[in-house]
């Protein structure tokens, strides 16, 4: 089995080149959603998000509100890096039994999808490392579309990350994704012809 990390700076095209490569017949691990799920379930770890935010970070209902959460940790590197340091153990061991799962089950492909896969450290779970890359005027265009975020807010997020160049210095492969949709697609499609060369093995449907 192959396990790629797919990464690269919010707004860059992670997830569209994931939702693509799962087209292909590759198997995602969304690092995002373990950790919503995680602040979803595990109320020791709520307790201590609670904790460390306050009360304010709730819904109605008493659920993070991770909206609320994200307006404070983007705005304040230290409470980032307190939210970090409470999940991203979790979330690496969940992501690894996973992997390790998929392993088992004779899955070819899995990619591993994660904006801070190189900032924790997680290399070490993937085979190979592809980088999505987007100029910050698309990123910021495409994100504020998408997300219904301010320019302020989308540039917090973007601002809170590693910068391209960082991730480039880690990377097996670059997708360059300043383009148009069908031209991510074809250099995607060109990656994943060259790890079926090299013996990853899930079907791609016709
Ligand atoms: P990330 O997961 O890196 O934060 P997304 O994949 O969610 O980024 O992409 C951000 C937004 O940009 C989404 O609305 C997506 O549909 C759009 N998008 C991604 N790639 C392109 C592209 N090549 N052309 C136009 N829009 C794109």
Partial sequence: MKVIGLTGGIGSGKSTVAQYLAK????IIDADKIGH????SDAEVRRKVVAAFGRQ???PGG????QKLGEIVFNHPESLSLLNQLMHPLM???AKTRI???RQQGVGVVVLEAALLVEIGWTSLVDELWVTVASEANALKRLQKQRGLTEE???ARLRSQLSS???IKHANAIINNDGDLDEMKTRVRELWLRLQSQGGRNSSPD
Wanted: hydrophobic share 35%.
């Fill in 165 to 167: 160049e960082e991730r």
């Fill in 37 to 40: 799920e995680i602040l979803k």
């Fill in 24 to 27: 292909l017949g590759a198997v």
């Fill in 63 to 66: 659920e993070i509100d991770r």
């Fill in 57 to 59: 970070i709730l819904d």
């Fill in 92 to 94: 690496y061991d969940i």
């Fill in 100 to 102: 390790e799962e998929y």
């Fill in 153 to 155: 807010q989308t540039l």
